[in-house]
């Protein structure tokens, strides 16, 4: 089920934007008639469920074939926009290759057959990366995932490390180690960016080149990472849809990740019947 926002929870400019329903929303979106728009997916949270740890999650067959078909009918118009570095994104929707932007930004490609292009300089020095793998080693049950351009520090398996983590992190960030870092609280992770890009640079790359551009883009997402794009889109005269909760700039909340499958999926199958 998706659900409209409910204005008691908006803040209002959310409330302003109406009570049309997400699923009803990226349904006209993807009609034939709004056959024009550039679609920008965030992936863990928003396609997929958020699992234990990033490397259990799994794509459905029939979402990976959906997404294929949208691809082709929006004329390469698809991209995925996540933290995950590129090259993870690849082994995980394998054999699909669509365009996509990695590491919140940093790392990009416009099409599935070009190679991947990177923000210079979006990596850590050796000692920020020694320091922020040792701060997660004095926090036991915390997972560090290095993605090159960003650190992640996932407490999913010890909540209560949380405020101790981030308090950990804020001083660290403080000092001559964080110089040019920035931290991006998600959920039950802290990820420390080593670059200064977000998606909404991401999906405007897009937006400058074929063949996204002139296409009213619609971003869907979940995190607080995504609030950026999610901003974006009325700018841009596009669509913000969220997943699970409101945001700025989201017009309406898909309640789960299975609501955006199963409309992704369902729109292809209509329009191959
Ligand atoms: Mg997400």
Redesign the pocket.
Known sequence: MSRPIDPGLADAAIAACGDASARALLDDWLSEREARCALFL?????LLDIVATPDAVRVPDDLRTALQSLHRRLDGALALV??RPLAQLDDLFAPLRLPASGGHGAQWRLAGGQPMRQLPAARFGAAQRERLLALARRHPGVLAEDKGSSLALHYRAVPEAGPALRAALDRLLRGPDGAGLRLLP??MVFEVLAHASDKAQAIRRFLGAPPFAGRRPLFI???H??EPALALMPQLGGLGLS?GRPAPGARAVFDHPRTVRETLIQATRRTQA
């Open positions: 965030d992936v863990d949270g928003t996540s933290g998600g959920k997402g979940d995190d990472t995504d997943v």
